[in-house]
């Protein structure tokens, strides 16, 4: 990217044309209404989506060269996402110096089949 930090200055401002606000906001919400039934505005819960995750993750996958990009909560549950890919009888490797509660989680993988 040739204009790395011209991105990143500018990651997520356009006019809101509700408001006229340049500047995202940061959306704490949990939940969203919506227009009417069946009708939806592209937020449910934010567990699943949510406006201000949707700004980080088009960024993300922009500076990456990707086609997307996920945002999680934590590096346990980015763990958890990812290791739903793994099929029984898949094999992983990790550092032998991680988070306990990594440790652990992978151990448990390892009873159940994925070592």
Request: some cysteine; glycine content about 12%.
């Amino acid at each position: 990217m040739s204009h790395f930090n011209t991105f990143l200055a500018q990651l997520g401002n356009h006019s809101d044309p509700a408001t006229g606000a340049i500047s995202p906001p940061i959306h704490l919400s949990s939940t969203f209404a919506h227009p009417g039934l069946g009708q939806s505005t592209g937020y449910d819960y934010s567990r699943t989506c949510n406006p201000t995750r949707d700004i980080l993750e088009e960024g993300l996958a922009t500076l990456e060269g990707g086609s997307a990009a996920v945002a999680t909560s934590s590096g346990m549950s980015a763990i958890q996402l990812v290791f739903q890919l793994f099929d029984v009888g898949s094999h992983f490797l990790v550092s032998r110096d991680l988070y306990g509660g990594s440790f652990r989680y992978f151990n448990e993988l390892e009873a159940k089949g994925i070592a």
